[in-house]
């Protein structure tokens, strides 16, 4: 597998779970156990390295004032979401976070921790076994950028600030 193929296979399974992302995780499961378990390392690898690559100071900080606070877990979760929908989402947003704003609802948290999965589950349904430990990575990444302070990001996201602000607005609204 190859990221054209992965990222045809995100777009596709977004598209056919039109958006709804626990059916989307089934759908990824689904397609990855019928293909063969190199195929499923090799997804495992892209989606790790994607990961990886957001690891972006300016995208934590706008997932911060987007999810009302942001941890490192909660970070991986939100790179999985952002991934999840598709490459030009997730192309733009590294460019320019701020362009979420018209993406997250008012009442949903931009993360996806069970996106981060799917090749685990993937490789049980169709070996029956755990996926092997040498696929897992055993560095963590290096922060790329610079965070800014929290009483300035504001000023970094405006747009993002203007809609999610402190979070104060959006906790009665969330599950």
């Known amino acids: 597998m190859d990221i054209e193929f992965f990222w045809n296979l995100i777009e596709k399974t977004f598209e056919d779970s039109k958006g709804d992302l626990p059916k989307q995780v089934d759908l990824l499961i689904e397609l990855l156990a019928q293909r063969s378990v190199d195929d499923i390392a090799d997804y495992k690898s892209i989606l790790d390295n994607l990961l990886?690559?957001?690891?972006?100071?300016?995208?934590?900080?706008?997932?911060?004032?987007?999810?009302?606070?942001?941890?490192?877990?909660?970070?991986?979760?939100?790179?999985?979401?952002?991934?999840?929908?598709?490459?030009?989402?997730?192309?733009?947003?590294?460019?320019?976070?701020?362009?979420?704003?018209?993406?997250?609802?008012?009442?949903?948290?931009?993360?996806?921790?069970?996106?981060?999965?799917?090749?685990?589950?993937?490789?049980?349904?169709?070996?029956?076994?755990?996926?092997?430990?040498?696929?897992?990575?055993?560095?963590?990444?290096?922060?790329?950028?610079?965070?800014?302070?929290?009483?300035?990001?504001k000023n970094r996201f405006p747009k993002l600030w203007a809609k999610f602000g402190e979070g104060t607005n959006r906790w009665s609204l969330l599950p």
């Open 52 to 153: 990886d690559y957001a690891y972006d100071a300016g995208l934590w900080d706008a997932a911060v004032i987007i999810n009302c606070g942001c941890s490192d877990d909660s970070f991986r979760d939100f790179r999985a979401w952002l991934i999840a929908h598709g490459k030009e989402v997730y192309e733009k947003a590294l460019a320019n976070p701020e362009i979420l704003v018209d993406l997250v609802k008012m009442d949903e948290w931009a993360d996806d921790e069970l996106f981060l999965y799917v090749p685990e589950y993937a490789y049980e349904r169709k070996t029956g076994q755990d996926l092997p430990a040498y696929l897992y990575k055993k560095e963590s990444p290096k922060l790329r950028g610079t965070s800014w302070p929290e009483e300035t990001r």
